[in-house]
């Protein structure tokens, strides 16, 4: 799938920084094409927020099921704990387990955790030199007495003959761990604790660090994984950036970015629904004749970008009276998915007052690629579809949980 990029288009870059009236350091504006000079135009000051929970992690829990034997944890020589878990090519896997047979020790790949798809394929097989022993550094080894110790986090063995671990890539970004207790096994394996992340990040521990205070402990003493469980798990949720923002000025009963049920023109809307980029819709549009444009720079930077947690766009349009706004931005972690109002836009007739407008922002499939399990983004497959409202069976935040949209009459 092509890359979400937001480097504007040489053409774009013309509009975004050359036709402003005003300070450009102050409001740089994006107005381009031309209005009737009848009646003057209102101008309107729009704000763009991604009030995304800026999670930490993408996806994670605790698995207390054993098959096998008793089926009851902790899983003993002969029993298997299974995981399964949804990853994309950006993600690693990191997981712990107690070494039952000890004071503090436990399994885990290393504080980095497993890359998931080097290469871009699905990694698959066993994986268990992957895997190593480790001490939390939390209690003395080989005491009776629970005694406690304050060490940094370090590595027991590199090889070890109690488990084996094999990856399974199911399809559809879902991965299916499976770790065995071998037969003769020294040691019983506690449940797991496991996290999907991103490339440079240590979730469970680092290496030479001592431990953070996050359930590791308690993993690694008792074998309880359910703190370290439920703290990644609480850290962890979909998270995306919100594209530059296309806008458009048009007739009440104009469709000017796309009409429902009804294939992509081609006139730039896929490389906005599936790159983030809305240089060639804007492009189309303004050669069209109307009045439109695109805004990329966040509040507060100097250069075109998306919007994070917690960033803004805030720019301004002029409108005549009774005239109608459409908008377009890209949901970045996504394949095609674009914010927008309905395909015949808004009625632009707000008072000076900042007016929030989310409530008519909808989520779209632009119908050009294949949907996957939001967040992972693993394949680039034409779906030779319609523009629709987004309904493929995944789950997604609610809208408002994911941008904010204001508008106001600046004069």
Known sequence: MKALKFTMVAALAVFLFTSCEKDEMMEPETKSGMLPDVVPAKMYTITVENVSVPYHYFEAGAEFGVTGGDAAPPAHPGETITVHFHAGPSHKLSFASMYGASNDWFYAPGDDGIELFPGGTALEGDITSMIYLWDAGTEVDGSTTDEVESNPVGMVSTTEENIQVLLEYNGESMFTLTINVLPGSATPLSPTAWVVHSMDQHPIFMNGELDYGMGLEALAETGNAGPLGEYLEMHSGYVSPVAPVLWA???????????????????????????????????????????????????????????FPGDTYTFSIDAQPNQYLSIASMLGNSNDIFFAFGDSGIKLNFGNDAQDITDEIMLWDAGTEVNEY????????????????????????DVDKIIKVTIRKSK
């Open 249 to 307: 000025v048009h007739a009440k009963d104009e469709m000017p970015i796309f009409t429902n049920n009804t294939a992509d023109r081609g006139e730039g809307l896929e490389l906005l629904a599936e790159t983030g980029n809305p240089g060639d819709l804007a492009a189309s549009l303004i050669g069209m004749g109307y009045h439109a444009g695109a805004y990329a720079v966040p509040d507060g930077k100097n250069s075109a970008g998306p919007l």
């Open 374 to 397: 939001p967040g992972t983004k693993s394949m680039d497959e034409d779906e030779g579809g319609v523009v629709r409202l987004l309904d493929d069976g995944f789950m997604y935040p």
